[in-house]
């Protein structure tokens, strides 16, 4: 995960820049921001204000549990581990999406689509070489699957194999110059080894081929961001967006770069737009929080980021963004207190001792104590001016 820098030092946000899904292997990783965070003036509010969370991340996490039950009472039940290695998968908790996915796997080994899924788990998780294996395993039964061959050269190029990966774009291009998949593909070589003039050149080759894939304009995007080039990105990750109107990636970076250079209003409107599609994306619930926490909006924020701490408890940056709003935004120390403790024992071990949660925490245990020491003097006054009237009488 990426971390928001803030001028004031209570307000770091930490935004999510999630890898590409594994479904679409013609894209690099998304623009992930990095933006200086300065919230608006805003008068606090108290959690008891909030709304309760219904809805999708409700649905989400019972179902869970539901499926969770029912693999432990009956360790056979494809459909079961088939949808929680997809929860899973939505939450970004990779190994257990893969694990989950191989049980579902060994039930029924002949199906062919949980393993394209699990190798696209793979990908997502960036263990490429693990994705290679299982593409390389269905080609063995199905030699002429191009989509597969497409695939096992994106593993190959993000295990940095870039020989292996072009050997099977140019049997491609061979057989079909206008294939935009393999065009695409060799556009992300360049992208990989830095070579962006060229990536960009590719890419507009594979527009005059096929004007109408919406991921050639997402990479296309990409690329001028690495040129310096942000209103030509912009520019392409719209075009993107009208090709395919439910697809995310061109929206997510769009946004992100809204948030990048401080158009929250911007950024938190196509955010709203990827949860229409999506309501459940982590990436753009999390950014969406930050967002709305830098206009201060505070109920809306506290939504977004609840949602991901419903759907996936161990998110650690939910919990370190719910903090910083009670701390920040509403009148609620216990709460900060609760959530960036929890931040700290999801990150254990991994938090240098110098981090600012430790700061945090220690000034809102003051708070704490300050506030239990004063409600404790004021009952006692209390109850001595209860006893010195009732001794008058």
């Not at 820098?5 to 935004?15: D, G, I, W, Y």
């Not at 300065?38 to 549990?65: C, H, N, T, W, Y």
Request: net charge positive; glycine share 4%; with cysteine.
């Amino acid at each position: 995960m990426k971390r928001l820098s803030s001028l004031n030092l209570a307000l770091v946000f930490l935004v999510s820049g999630c890898a590409m899904s594994g479904s679409r292997p013609d894209q690099p990783a998304p623009f992930t921001p990095i933006k200086k965070v300065e919230p608006r003036k805003i008068k606090k509010v108290r959690a008891s204000q909030f709304a309760k969370l219904q809805g999708p991340p409700v649905r989400f996490r019972q179902q869970m549990d539901i499926d969770k039950k029912v693999v432990q009472k009956n360790p056979r039940n494809y459909g079961a581990y088939l949808r929680l290695a997809r929860a899973y998968r939505q939450i970004g908790e990779f190994k257990k999406a893969a694990r989950t996915m191989e049980n579902a796997i060994l039930i029924r080994p002949r199906l062919t689509e949980p393993q394209m899924e699990l190798a696209e788990i793979y990908l997502e998780a960036e263990e490429f070489d693990k994705a290679a294996d299982v593409y390389l395993k269905l080609l063995k039964t199905n030699p002429k699957n191009w989509t597969l061959k497409n695939n096992l050269a994106t593993a190959y190029r993000g295990m940095k194999e870039f020989s292996k990966a072009f050997a099977i774009i140019r049997e491609q291009l061979n057989q079909d110059k206008t294939n935009v998949h393999a065009i695409n593909n060799l556009g992300l070589i360049y992208y990989a080894t830095n070579r962006y003039e060229l990536a960009e050149l590719t890419f507009q080759k594979a527009r005059k081929h096929n004007s109408k894939a919406a991921f050639t304009y997402n990479n296309l995007g990409l690329t001028y961001l690495r040129l310096d080039l942000p209103k030509n990105a912009i520019h392409e990750f719209k075009e993107s967006a009208k090709h395919d109107r439910k697809f995310i990636d061109p929206r997510l970076n769009l946004a992100n770069l809204y948030l990048r250079y401080g158009n929250y209003r911007a950024a938190s409107k196509v955010y709203q737009q990827i949860l229409r599609i999506d309501p459940l994306n982590i990436e753009a619930n999390q950014n969406l929080g930050v967002a709305n926490m830098a206009l201060g909006l505070s109920e809306e924020a506290w939504r977004a980021f609840a949602t991901i701490a419903m759907i996936s408890p161990r998110n650690a940056d939910a919990q370190y963004n719910l903090g910083l709003l009670f701390q920040n935004q509403a009148q609620e120390p216990r709460l900060a207190l609760r959530h960036f403790k929890k931040f700290t024992a999801l990150q254990k071990g991994k938090l240098p001792s110098d981090h600012e949660v430790f700061l945090y925490i220690k000034q809102l245990e003051d708070t704490v104590k300050r506030q239990d020491e004063k409600r404790k003097a004021k009952a006692a006054a209390a109850r001595k001016a209860k006893n010195k009237k009732g001794g008058k009488k």
